[in-house]
């Protein structure tokens, strides 16, 4: 038998080999011909003792309402969002809006009281202000934000607004005269830059009897504030809405996403409209990409070209709780679920297998 041609043998195997092994790495998103797979977003799903029912981020800091009087706001280190260490907490009813005065300071709401908090140092933060009723309208919160001094807070009867300038004692300055008859879901505040004024944008219902779905009020003097728009002709309510750089993005109970110019608030202009697949229920903008909450979706629309808005991931299976916020400086999500905890999505963070669960041991309940 002739074994000359047996002595390419192992050359051969050697480059079957390499190319099966090269052909692999490109399935899997490694060097390899042909375009590499993306790697899935990291997420972090964060359970706790309680429902989480919503979320702000500021810096390396995440504050966390819980539906828990014993710890109805959680502070977590998020340094890392992806493992999130526990710092403190604060006894209080569950915490449903959180806002900032400041770096060191939080505005919180549960559905019907306002307190300031002062979180200077993480592990244990202060009341400035105890959680108080103000005995104003909205009866019932559903959405606050806080500007140059000011809060703005509306829902159920209409909306009022805080002088905080002095935050250890809130003052109500203005509240709605007719309440019961305008039910308002979603507030953002803006300086105008063409007009130099500060407009409140207001988002609600469109039941029989409701004043408008969508306001522009001029509160450049937060205690004589002057409605310069409102829409009667829109037969479906406003879910959600936000501003950014004379742009408005609103969602709506219709399942449309729409981009206005609002350089001239009282002839705001239609820039366009998209139809999604949920109603934004809250939303969050991102650097280009407006982040949407729905009834169980999370939505990411691209607007970089604000005339052709794009829906760009559609995320299933989620849960959220009518809140949502996203950290620039982390490039990451954080999304309330109720009974599911909080989940922590992160693009900047890229990895083939991020962590799927983190339980954080927020407390061991101690005898008083």
């Known amino acids: 038998m002739n074994r000359a041609h047996l002595r390419f043998l192992p050359s051969l195997l050697l480059a079957a080999l390499l190319a099966l092994l090269l052909a692999g790495l490109a399935a899997a998103g490694g060097p390899g011909v042909g375009p590499a797979a993306a790697p899935p977003i990291p997420e972090t799903n964060i359970t706790f003792d309680s429902d989480v ?28 969002p992806l493992r999130p260490v526990t710092l403190g907490h ?36 202060v009341w400035i202000s105890p ?46 005269d007719n309440p019961c008859d305008w039910v308002l879901y979603d507030v953002d ?45 829109i037969l ?29 608030p009282a002839h705001p202009v239609l820039m366009s409209v998209i139809s999604l697949p949920d109603v934004a229920n809250a939303m969050a903008l991102g650097v280009d990409k407006v982040y949407t909450a729905g009834y169980d979706t999370l939505l990411t629309v691209d607007i970089q070209d ?20 996203f950290s620039a400086e982390k490039n990451c999500i954080f999304l309330p679920e109720g009974a599911y905890g909080l989940r922590i999505l992160c693009e900047a963070q890229a990895q083939p297998h991020p962590p799927s669960l983190v339980w954080l041991p927020l407390f061991s309940r101690r005898a008083n």
Do not use: W
């Open 131 to 176: 959680m108080t009723d103000y005995d104003a309208p909205p009866s019932t919160i559903r959405a606050m934000k806080y500007f140059d001094g000011y809060l703005y807070v509306v829902g159920d009867c209409g909306f009022s607004i805080f002088d905080l300038r002095a935050p250890s004692s809130p003052q109500v300055v203005y509240t709605t």
């Open 306 to 325: 604000q005339n052709r808005p794009q829906l760009v991931l559609e995320h299933g299976d989620v849960h959220p709780k009518f809140s949502i916020a």
């Open 53 to 80: 029912l919503s979320v702000a981020v500021q810096g390396d800091y995440a504050y966390v309402g819980i539906e828990n009087i014993e710890n109805g706001l959680v502070i977590l280190d998020i340094t890392n």
């Open 189 to 233: 505040v803006a300086l105008n830059s063409h007009d130099g004024h500060t407009y409140a944008y207001m988002a609600g219902d469109t039941y029989t009897g409701a004043k408008y779905s969508l306001a522009f009020i001029d509160v450049t003097d937060p205690v004589t504030p002057a409605i310069v728009y409102s829409n009667t002709d």
């Open 236 to 264: 479906t309510a406003m879910t959600s809405l936000a501003v950014r750089e004379n742009r408005l993005y609103l969602g709506s109970l219709s399942y449309d996403f729409a981009v206005r110019n609002i350089t001239t």
């Open 90 to 125: 604060v006894r209080t009813l569950g915490i449903e809006f959180i806002d900032f005065l400041d770096e060191q300071t939080l505005v919180v709401s549960d559905n019907t009281s306002i307190g300031v908090l002062d979180v200077t140092n993480p592990h244990d933060p």
